[in-house]
């Protein structure tokens, strides 16, 4: 199957799984962490064989992680989808600076922390006229995994956005050393219960603790509850 994204999908199931089809890759990702615990890049496992319907746990109880095994029914899982319809633009705030600028949309935030690494992209933004500076700014805002942070080129307004295929990373936390949301990569089709389509984004993070007060997106709660996954 081609990497047009048009050919994955995942639908979010009424208090119940995520469905997904058109076997995406999907990989065990781990955030690999600095000496000060925040993360500095990624670092992929083996490739997991999906099969054509793939039912991933979003409860946060299965036994079978990442996939289903029908705990939600068991614990009364609510997994009603409280992020609401907003697109990214209405979210998003505007900073402003030399060269390079960035938008910011809070409520998606995943507390990754990628943003912190060698000084924050909000104390970063208004060196950007130093090319040190700016490289390390973008790379901080592509490694988001929540697609909170868009870097923007003054010059022409271009979204410097990281070219990604589609596909899902299980995202592992090392430096909180719990497990983490789906990183949803390459504009994957994100469907709720309701047949609602989300907004296509080039990058996403889906919760699969049961534990955000953003479902489906994760909140980074899954830090406080220290979310274990056991793969
Ligand atoms: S996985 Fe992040 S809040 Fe659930």
Known sequence: MSDDPVNFRIKVTKNGPYRVSGQPHTRLRRM???SDGNPVS????AEMQMPAAAYLCRCGHSAKKPFCDGSHARVGFDGTET???????????????????FTDAKPL???????DVKGTVWEQYA???????????????????S???RAVRNADRA????????????LKDEGKACSGPLQIEGGIVVESADGEVYEHRNRMTLCRCGASKNKPFCDGSHIGIDFQDGL
Not at 42 to 45: A, K, N, T
Not at 83 to 101: H, I, K, N
Not at 109 to 115: E, I, L, T, V
Not at 159 to 170: H, R, S
């Open 127 to 145: 060196q950007t006229d130093d090319p040190t500076v700016a490289a390390d700014f973008v790379q901080e805002i592509q490694m988001c995994p």
């Open 32 to 34: 690999v962490a600095g």
């Open 42 to 45: 990624y670092q992929d496992g």
């Open 83 to 101: 992020a609401g319809g907003e697109v990214y633009g209405d979210m998003a705030r505007t900073f402003e600076g030399p060269e390079l600028s």
């Open 147 to 149: 697609g909170r942070l």
């Open 109 to 115: 935030c995943a507390r990754a922390r990628f943003c």
């Open 159 to 170: 979204v410097l956005e990281p070219a990604l295929a589609p596909g899902i990373g299980i």
